[in-house]
């Protein structure tokens, strides 16, 4: 299998020439879309524009983690890297699917879904870690056709540092059951 760090500059372009057919895309479907944060008009509009360069850092990010996390594993439990390479691509497409289903919740005018299917990866947090990089990624990429290459980074980062705060709390619970037991 090619190592990650050998398909870091593939992978920033493909995020790149996503983000660009997806501006191309709106250009000739009726201009490039500005989103108004919380979606009124009376506050500030982000163009998708800005997707040209954040989803390609945000990809160099995701990988430049990634492959920093996959080095760990390399000096510490070798056995492990082919399971962390799975895990990491399986995390990644489990969150382009989630971006993808809430574009399309909002897309087909489902809001009232919505609000309440965005906050998912929060309830998972409660069982398993969903606040690593290519969560974010995923997530994003999914979202990028439909709410641009800003605000899905917002909303995500947000959601991320919520399942980080959440499973962070479980980790805790359950070391303090762990101690207590085992006093």
């Given at each position: 299998?090619?190592?990650?760090g050998n398909k870091k500059l593939s992978?920033?372009?493909?995020?790149?020439?996503?983000?660009?057919?997806?501006?191309?895309?709106?250009?000739?479907?009726?201009?490039?879309?500005?989103?108004?944060?919380?979606?009124?008009?009376?506050?500030?509009?982000?163009?998708?524009?800005?997707?040209?360069?954040?989803?390609?850092?945000?990809?160099?990010?995701?990988?430049?983690?990634?492959?920093?996390?996959?080095?760990?594993?390399?000096?510490?439990?070798?056995?492990?890297?082919?399971?962390?390479?799975?895990?990491?691509?399986?995390?990644?497409?489990?969150?382009?699917?989630?971006?993808?289903?809430?574009?399309?919740?909002?897309?087909?005018?489902?809001?009232?879904?919505?609000?309440?299917?965005?906050?998912?990866?929060?309830?998972?947090?409660?069982?398993?870690?969903?606040?690593?990089?290519?969560?974010?990624?995923?997530?994003?990429?999914?979202?990028?056709?439909?709410?641009?290459?800003?605000?899905?980074?917002?909303?995500?980062?947000?959601?991320?540092?919520?399942?980080?705060?959440?499973?962070?709390?479980?980790?805790?619970?359950?070391?303090?059951?762990?101690?207590?037991?085992?006093?």
């Amino acid at each position: 299998m090619q190592s990650l760090g050998n398909k870091k500059l593939s992978i920033i372009i493909g995020a790149f020439i996503f983000a660009a057919i997806c501006i191309v895309w709106e250009h000739f479907n009726g201009g490039v879309i500005t989103h108004h944060l919380l979606a009124r008009e009376d506050l500030p509009g982000i163009s998708n524009l800005w997707g040209l360069l954040t989803i390609p850092l945000l990809a160099w990010l995701t990988v430049s983690l990634t492959i920093k996390q996959r080095n760990k594993i390399i000096k510490s439990e070798p056995r492990n890297l082919n399971n962390f390479d799975n895990k990491t691509f399986r995390g990644f497409l489990a969150a382009l699917l989630f971006g993808i289903i809430a574009s399309l919740l909002w897309e087909f005018k489902f809001s009232n879904g919505l609000q309440y299917y965005i906050l998912a990866p929060v309830l998972i947090a409660f069982f398993k870690p969903v606040h690593l990089p290519e969560y974010l990624l995923g997530f994003v990429i999914g979202m990028l056709f439909t709410f641009g290459g800003i605000l899905p980074i917002i909303v995500g980062t947000i959601l991320l540092i919520l399942c980080f705060l959440v499973n962070g709390l479980m980790k805790g619970i359950k070391h303090i059951f762990i101690v207590r037991k085992s006093s």
